[in-house]
């Protein structure tokens, strides 16, 4: 029968504390408690309390040497505990864990909760590399912190994912739909981010991002057709060629007739798919020139867009339905560093082709206009002409659209004239 009262006054007081720590740490290591194990610098109360215990000194010198298999037999033969060292140590201390074994089971825990990843990558080929690559992982861990949450998060995961791509579902419906929580996917949330970081890897492709993190989220989930903000984000638009019946003929056609320029919202170009005739568009980075263009042309003004800017998601719907019905699409943006990052962006989601947007109009531009705003910011290619980007860096100066507009407000003429 153990003796636990003999056991902590014996074993657990504080002469022997290092001692008992030194004894649990062996164990928690998955070693046993046999052989020697030295106290450096032990202090008086330390070598009487282990002289008490053996029943003799443990010896002299800077080091106080234990026999454990000595201290063993000492605790089962005194009543201490009949169960030996090992025992009497778990008694006093609390139950002792192996670490090897709690990091075996901790590893399991984190592969079952990672196992719903595994299958989705098994029935979605395209999501394969996605949810078997060990940054994945990495990144569930690191957003849950444990694998209980990383087992929630996980499932919730697989059940957004499995609803991608969607069709021009608001984002909140879509967390409402598969999570039951409208907010499951909002910025600031885990499973957002995990699900943006397998969009960016399996539909976004290689194409650069814009360098607004907003702007990012919003780009991504446009790629897999989830509309954000559908009422906050829209799009400048003047004489739009769109085909009688669909509903964006009804809501825009009084405006283009007057050749006025329209603010359509996302939600008006994915509530009903707009249908458009394959004209001739052109397209423009700054509102500037799509105002002057409506001033001065009125309705004989040709089909012209304005992205705004960085291109919202309203205004890559609105292309995008242009392109895929027929629409030749032209564009112009400013001569600088930012406008470049844009059109890359335009040009590898959509097919254009430049407007008065080379290195030779840069060149042209300069030499008629002139310009004395310097250049800013990191340099970028220009995806649709190699030339351009040492042509501005050659310079230093920036051309905006407003500086041209006479050039932009020519061409425009000329079609419409044509």
Known sequence: MTDLERLRRQLGGPET???????????????????????????????????????????????????????????????????????????????????????????????AASAPLVAL???????????????????????????????????????????????????????????????????????????????????????????????????????VGVTVDELSSTVLAVNLPTRPGCRLHTLAGPATALGEPVVLTLRQLTRDEPRFAPEEIYACENPTVLAAAADELGPACPPLVCVGGQPTTAALRLLTALTADGARLRYHGDFDWGGLRIANL?????????????????????????????????TVDAAWDPELAAALQGRGVRVEEELVLDDLLGDLSEFASA
């Open 346 to 378: 335009l040009h590898a989601r959509l097919p254009w082709r430049p407007w008065r947007y080379q290195a030779e109009d840069y060149l042209a531009a300069l030499a008629v206009h002139g310009s004395t705003r310097p250049l800013r910011g990191s």
């Open 17 to 111: 504390g290092r001692l008992l720590q030194r004894l649990r740490r062996r164990l928690t290591r998955g070693q046993p408690l046999t052989g020697t194990l030295s106290l450096n610098q032990p202090s008086p109360d330390e070598r009487r309390a282990i002289e008490g215990l053996l029943g003799r000194p443990p010896g002299r010198g800077g080091t106080l040497t234990v026999n454990l298999d000595e201290l063993d037999q000492v605790v089962r033969r005194s009543g201490m505990h009949p169960a030996g060292l090992a025992a009497a140590v778990e008694a006093l201390t609390g139950t002792i864990a192996v670490l090897a074994d709690v990091r075996a089971a901790e590893a399991a825990a984190w592969r």
């Open 121 to 223: 990558g098994e029935a979605r080929t395209e999501l394969a590399g996605w949810c078997t690559d060990p940054r994945t992982t990495t990144l569930l861990r690191r957003l849950s912190g444990s694998p209980e949450a990383a087992a929630r998060l996980a499932n919730a995961l697989v059940a957004v994912l499995g609803a991608l791509p969607a069709a021009g579902e608001p984002l909140s419906r879509l967390a409402a739909r598969t999570t039951d929580d409208a907010h499951a996917l909002d910025p600031d949330r885990p499973l957002a981010t995990l699900v943006r970081s397998a969009i960016r890897a399996t539909w976004w492709g290689s194409e650069p991002l814009p360098e607004s993190a907003a702007m990012q989220r919003r780009m991504l989930w446009y790629a």
